[in-house]
């Protein structure tokens, strides 16, 4: 997936996005020049033998910085989550920082672009955070299910207390 996520960016870089008309609820709040993804998670890629070979679902992409994508897909697909949230979704047991520091090395970040997209994942993390905060709001009947189902409030200070206890084995795993 990151080497598909790679690609676009690449593809994109071009393209100006000025003038467009984006949906910025997950949107890079730095803003930025490349068309991202900002949803880029296993329901969002085509799979051919194992492979990812296309992204599907653009309803989120926006302007913004490419490390910023790449947090975003790290924060769903790692995944940036507690291990009680990382079981309750069906992710099994596995060396995040590892996983982290796959992404980091199949994108092709440098020493200077893996810092950033450590700090970077803090802004995903609270932004994918009010974006459900948002919905669950608004009344969306989906996310307040959601919501109820998987504790409100308390999953993201769950997350966030995870995050913070176990930051240092990410950085580690990036140097």
């Given at each position: 997936?990151?080497?598909?996520?790679?690609?676009?960016?690449?593809?994109?870089?071009?393209?100006?996005?000025?003038?467009h008309?984006?949906?910025?609820?997950?949107?890079?709040?730095a803003?930025?020049?490349?068309?991202?993804?900002?949803?880029?998670?296993?329901?969002?890629?085509?799979?051919?033998?194992?492979?990812?070979?296309?992204?599907?679902?653009?309803?989120?992409?926006?302007?913004?910085?490419?490390?910023?994508?790449?947090?975003?897909?790290?924060?769903?697909c790692?995944?940036?989550?507690?291990?009680?949230?990382?079981?309750?979704?069906g992710?099994?047991?596995?060396?995040?920082?590892?996983?982290?520091?796959?992404?980091?090395d199949?994108?092709?970040?440098?020493?200077?672009?893996?810092?950033?997209?450590?700090?970077?994942?803090?802004?995903?993390?609270?932004?994918?955070?009010?974006?459900?905060?948002?919905?669950?709001?608004?009344?969306?009947?989906?996310?307040?299910?959601?919501?109820?189902?998987?504790?409100?409030?308390?999953?993201?200070?769950?997350?966030?207390?995870?995050?913070?206890?176990?930051?240092?084995?990410?950085?580690?795993?990036?140097?």
């Amino acid at each position: 997936m990151v080497e598909l996520l790679r690609g676009f960016h690449d593809a994109a870089k071009d393209f100006d996005p000025l003038g467009h008309t984006w949906n910025g609820s997950l949107s890079d709040p730095a803003g930025g020049t490349v068309v991202c993804h900002n949803d880029v998670c296993p329901e969002n890629v085509v799979f051919r033998d194992g492979v990812a070979v296309a992204l599907l679902d653009f309803e989120f992409a926006a302007p913004g910085r490419p490390v910023f994508d790449l947090a975003q897909l790290a924060r769903l697909c790692v995944p940036i989550e507690n291990d009680f949230d990382q079981a309750r979704l069906g992710w099994r047991p596995a060396d995040r920082p590892a996983r982290l520091r796959l992404v980091a090395d199949a994108y092709g970040l440098d020493r200077d672009g893996r810092k950033e997209l450590l700090t970077t994942i803090d802004v995903a993390l609270t932004r994918g955070e009010e974006f459900i905060r948002h919905r669950v709001e608004s009344g969306d009947p989906n996310f307040v299910e959601m919501w109820n189902q998987t504790d409100g409030a308390e999953r993201y200070h769950r997350r966030r207390r995870w995050w913070n206890d176990n930051h240092h084995h990410f950085a580690a795993a990036l140097k």
